[in-house]
């Protein structure tokens, strides 16, 4: 089986988290927002927030791609691929791979529920994940 585009991202954010001292932005990209609202008083950010710009740098690493493959396919196929590769089950399927659902803080009655065990909630990290990927990036090279 061919690796997701987005493997690469999600490992790297694995590694982020074990080998950075400042874990706010790992912590925020792997909490969910139930978990805030059961944990008043504690950091209340959660995956939400980074959800834009892990969704934007994840766009930019599919388009890379699919003009590295197919540089001269029609804009209407390389939508219908892109959106194909950044629905729910692919990058469901990533986050399995590197086991990410082990790391998501959840609220009570999602886990109990087995939320992370579905597509759609499990994909939802994935772009959060890709944004601390990309601020790490950022930062390493001195931009931040």
Partial sequence: MEDHPF???VNEMRAFLRKDSDLTLPTVALTR???????????????????????????AVVAQELWRL???????QLNDVRDAATSSGPLAAAARR?????VIQ???????????????????HVGPCGGVAGAARVRSSGGG
């Fill in 33 to 59: 927002k139930a978990w805030c609202l059961e944990n008043p008083g504690k950091e209340q950010r959660h995956h939400e927030s980074l959800e834009w710009l892990g969704d934007r740098i994840l766009g």
């Fill in 106 to 124: 959840c609220g009570e009655g999602e886990s109990e529920q087995g939320q992370l065990e579905t597509d759609k909630p499990l994909s939802n």
């Fill in 98 to 102: 590197v086991k990410l659902m082990d």
């Fill in 70 to 76: 197919h540089p001269f396919a029609e804009p209407g």
């Fill in 7 to 9: 493997h690469d991202l």
